[in-house]
């Protein structure tokens, strides 16, 4: 979650969140990964009672089989997809409702509409109870149901103790068929979301998140667009109204629900409680346009730093996409694992970055983005961009070597098992597929293509998508103390971040 | 509660009786029953908990040595050899160890020199320090002919590793990952040679590296400014005041050397905690653990920290003129985690944060409009006196000063006020399940057995606290409220909007006030 998000939610603790640890790496490291089963590298006596004196003497015996359990998928006559995990190892059951349709669907002169609806839904409360009765009869039972508007979707999600099941799951219910949208809640909103936009330009990795998407999707492109004073003024409570009367159909929705429950008990429910709901239309995904901006570099004039945030961005690739997995091998060796070339390059060995990396983007339904990015002290940034241009180059015409490649499928195929760890994450990473149309077994295939992937497979898809003269390369920083003329790279273009009070024009 | 009897776990059967309606007294006991703990003949404790969920398990490497342990001149050293031990051993990251070793012990005496000409107060020769830092270079140079850089991780993450990763704060330094089940005795030996051979190898270009993080973190972001600011002037003694990261003087001087020492006097086993959570088994992963880890020699026990901080007599006041949009904290001393009274700040905490029901949040979030958060809370540690914080966002519009004035009206009416009886059993209610909803993790799982054997010598007191929790009274929360939120007691830090800011102050050139 960025910063700006954390800003807004007001239940966190923000500031222990912050400020009270130091990790080692600033990435999340997300391994996406398999088990070679039986890849034992040695043979050597099990537990031999005595020490290795290198790593490569450890036996690694077969992993223990196992089989992971996977949801128990049932389709309503209405069209609504319910997937149900049991998982008996702590008295909790959690729900999750997605709902198609998000800010990518919403008007350009409403930006900002799914996000409002997303925080009023709950805090609007219902025909019957307010939203401030919703919070004290949830909190007195340690429960929570939350709603949530994203790019493609909105969220109702509920969690609870198993005991409490019955008496939180109606209030779920209730906001799904009875929301209120209640005024009072709405003009609070809108004032949490006015204070984030009047934030936005605090933090650096702000700034670079958003205005490096703008650059790599189009500024008008929906996933790219961000709300402004302007658009939000203008959204009114029947827009959110008929926001949720146009996406909230039981066609329109996928439910998961984990924890301790008898799965047969539970359909049993959901179907009674969900079953007699209506069909509605199918909600219609806006088709997006893709105008990345002209490659060359961009430049965001920050006073109060003293290092640069460089990202390089170019429009990536679908998942569906069969260069998908030969990607994946590019991103773990080039940008995304701990050994990587950019992390041993420019971080170990040249000491030029703390934050580094990067690789192809992937989605699921769109293009992704490409990102290669990096935090580097001012008077260093103009060597910065220029390793990072150099570690591409090299990708491109030296290739990965047999030995890269082996290494970063091992990262991949070896942990690939931390796909399944958990029932939630399974259950997850099902109603992604279902959502997004992908085959159920998808992690499967994953799993197989990377196992077929070669380093000229490899080197292809590094020339395919690493386009050097295709980036756009967004600088955040202070450029009275570079040690140098961001001109003598190429033609920099200011990007002007001033918050517009007014639409512009009006 | 015939099976509980029977393992008769006598620690936790307050715990049981309380909360019997969430947590069944056979969770509890079969709890107790995955858990083995054995202390080594070294001092190194472990713990291993029985988790199959899943053929995994994670572990956290707990080692009870944080910022708090440094004193002026190496501030930021810990988190620095945190960071070196991802470096490797003597025998991982290096293609020969024996003509390294001697190659890094020229680092240092080049270092050395160097340091001291550049640190002269008298006399300092510019053209010297040029040429004693071209030799120290060299030598680094020479030295680095030798790494096979990443090799560790490289490892980790080639056989499977995911989340490998480290934290350091002012208490404590913490090392992570997991790994599939079959890579139990190369986890034992990788993570036991990192704290038995650890090699300061690429130590100067590591410090450039965590300069950066500073940068990023602190320097180049608002909120870290306010922070290290509010920090700073909350304490004048005790080394909560200073960052975890260092001052940047510090970070520029401080050598492989300073980092080795910290390592020798800290990194003992008896300091250290090793949990292990996941598709493991006690009686054969022990007996691993105890013949990689028991390798490691045992030394002496640290010195506890002496410093105190003194009382505070006066308020104390941080503005810092930014560019930036507001932002308001103020922050008291309370006593450490280990206080009678520490559950009561634990309730205080949920009773003005946690949810939309919180205090904070309905005063001046819902009700007078004029934050968009705002929460309470202990921070920055809990093994010293640390504060007890109030932290506001101003909304749109709003000044940091603005804030003030509510926050005080809510710290009033706990002095003055008892809290209601649907408060406090609320709190407790979530309490109880917030801990049941952080037990389905094995790296969290990790994290907190080891944290609260470190902190408090027994993992069971990570439920006991809940028993702590249940027994705060309404009385007990005026009397800590009363005790706690003085005005000579408070530290208030703020972000005003400055129409336009100077750079990070002192950052570049190393130079704080």
């Known amino acids: ?506 | 509660m015939r099976l509980f009897m029977k393992i008769a776990v006598r620690t936790l059967l307050a715990f049981v009786l309380v909360s019997a309606t969430v947590l069944s007294a056979q969770d509890i006991a079969s709890f107790e029953k995955r858990i083995t703990t054995k202390k080594l003949a070294n001092g190194l404790t472990v713990i291993i908990m029985e988790r199959p969920e899943a053929p995994v398990f994670s572990f956290f490497t707990h080692v009870d040595a944080g910022s708090a342990q440094e004193v002026q001149g190496i501030t930021g050293l810990a988190h620095m050899f945190e960071h070196m031990a991802f470096k490797g051993t003597e025998k991982i990251g290096t293609k020969n160890f024996a003509a390294e070793k001697a190659a890094l012990a020229k680092v240092e005496q080049a270092y050395a020199a160097y340091l001291k000409e550049n640190l002269k107060e008298v006399g300092r020769d510019p053209k010297k320090v040029a040429q004693l830092e071209q030799e120290w270079r060299k030598a680094i140079e020479a030295a680095d002919a030798y790494v096979i850089p990443n090799e560790f991780g490289e490892i980790v993450e080639s056989q499977g590793g995911v989340g490998l990763n480290a934290n350091t704060d002012w208490d404590e330094t913490d090392y992570y990952y997991s790994f599939p089940e079959n890579r139990l005795e190369l986890w034992a030996y990788l993570e036991s040679e990192r704290f038995l051979h650890p090699v300061m190898r690429e130590f100067y270009k590591e410090r450039d590296v965590v300069m950066e993080e500073r940068r990023m973190r602190t320097d180049s972001s608002p909120q870290g400014r306010l922070i290290e600011q509010f920090l700073a002037a909350a304490y004048t003694a005790h080394p909560y005041g200073r960052p975890v990261v260092g001052w940047p003087s510090d970070l520029r001087a401080f050598s492989a050397t300073d980092a080795q020492n910290f390592y020798r006097k800290y990194y003992v086993p008896s300091n250290m905690v090793v949990t292990v959570v996941g598709d493991v088994k006690a009686e054969k992963a022990l007996p691993i653990i105890e013949r990689y880890f028991g390798r490691i020699p045992a030394g002496p026990a640290p010195e506890p920290l002496r410093t105190q901080e003194p009382p505070q007599r006066a308020q104390r006041e941080v503005v810092l003129q930014d560019k930036s949009q507001p932002l308001y904290v103020e922050g008291y001393h309370r006593p450490n985690a280990k206080d009678p009274d520490d559950a009561v700040y634990d309730v205080l905490a949920d009773l003005l944060s946690k949810g939309r029901t919180s205090r904070l949040y309905r005063s001046l979030v819902r009700d007078k409009q004029i934050a968009v958060a705002a929460e309470g809370g202990s921070f920055p540690g809990a093994k010293y006196p640390s504060l007890f914080y109030f932290f506001a966002v101003p909304a749109k519009g709003k000044t940091a000063e603005d804030m003030a004035a509510p926050i005080h009206e809510e710290i009033g009416k706990l002095k003055t006020q008892d809290v209601s009886d649907e408060e406090l059993k609320s709190i407790k209610t979530r309490a109880k399940a917030d801990l049941i909803r952080g037990l389905g993790d094995n790296q969290g799982l990790a994290l907190q057995l080891g944290e609260y054997q470190a902190r408090y010598g027994d993992w069971r007191e990570l439920f006991r606290q809940i028993q702590r929790i249940e027994a705060v009274t309404k009385a007990d929360i005026r009397r800590v409220a009363n005790k706690t939120f003085t005005a000579e007691n408070r530290t208030v830090g703020r972000i005003e909007t400055a129409s336009s800011s100077p750079a990070p102050a002192g950052a570049q050139k190393g130079v704080q006030p």
């Open chain 1, 1 to 506: 979650m960025n910063r700006a998000a954390l800003a807004r939610t007001s239940a966190m603790l923000i500031l222990v969140w912050l400020f009270s640890r130091l990790p080692m790496t600033a990435r999340a490291q997300t391994a996406s990964s398999a088990p070679k089963a039986g890849s034992a590298t040695q043979q050597a006596p099990p537990s031999a009672p005595t020490t290795a004196s290198s790593w490569k003497q450890i036996p690694i015996p077969a992993l223990r089989p196992f089989k992971h359990q996977q949801p128990r998928r049932v389709e309503l006559p209405n069209g609504l997809v319910i997937f149900l995990q049991e998982n008996h190892e702590l008295p909790l059951i959690n729900g999750t409702i997605r709902v198609r349709g998000g800010s990518r669907d919403e008007p350009p002169d409403k930006a900002g509409l799914t996000e409002l609806y997303g925080q009023a839904w709950r805090t609007g409360g219902t025909a019957s109870k307010t939203g401030d009765q919703l919070d004290d009869f949830l909190e007195s039972r340690a429960a929570h149901v939350e709603t949530s508007g994203r790019a493609d979707s909105t969220y109702l999600a509920w969690s609870s103790l198993k005991e409490d099941f019955d008496q939180v799951f109606p209030v779920v219910l209730d906001l799904l068929q009875h929301p209120e949208f209640r005024q009072d809640k709405i003009d609070l909103a809108k004032k949490q979301m006015a204070a984030g936009i009047s934030r936005r330009n605090d933090e650096p990795d702000d700034i670079s998140e958003r205005e490096s998407n703008k650059l790599a999707l189009g500024a008008d492109n929906p996933l790219a667009r961000t709300p402004e004073y302007y658009t939000l003024s203008g959204i009114t409570r029947d827009d959110l109204q008929r926001w949720h009367q146009r996406t909230v159909a039981p066609n329109n929705i996928i439910l998961g629900v984990v924890g301790d429950f008898d799965s047969a008990a539970m359909e049993q429910k959901l179907r009674q409680a969900l079953g007699g709901i209506p069909s509605g239309t199918r909600f219609p995904q806006t088709k997006l346009d893709f105008r990345p901006a002209e490659p060359g570099i961009y430049l965001v004039e920050k006073e109060d730093v003293n290092q640069s945030q460089i990202t390089m961005v170019d429009l990536g690739i679908l998942r569906s996409n069969p260069d998908y997995y030969a990607v994946e091998v590019l991103n773990e060796l080039f940008g995304g694992g701990f050994a990587s070339r950019l992390v041993s390059n420019i971080r170990t060995k040249q000491g030029l970055a703390y934050a580094v990396g990067g690789g192809v983007g992937t989605a699921f339904d769109h293009p992704g983005v490409t990102r290669i990015s990096m935090g580097t002290k001012s008077d260093t940034t103009l060597p910065a961009i220029k390793a990072l241009h150099q570690e591409i180059d090299k990708l491109l015409k030296g290739g990965a070597s047999a030995q890269e490649v082996k290494k970063a499928k091992d990262d991949i195929l070896n942990s690939f098992i931390f796909e399944f760890d958990s029932k939630e994450k399974v259950l997850a990473e099902r109603m992604r597929y279902e959502f997004y149309g992908y085959p159920p077994d998808f992690l499967e295939q994953f799993r197989a293509g990377i196992e077929k992937v070669t380093p000229a497979d490899v080197d292809r898809v590094a020339r395919k998508y690493l386009r050097p003269e295709k980036l756009a390369v967004l600088v955040v920083g202070n450029s009275k103390d570079f040690n140098g003329d961001l001109n003598t790279l190429g033609k920099v273009r200011p990007v002007d971040i001033t918050i517009p009070e007014k639409k512009p024009g009006m």
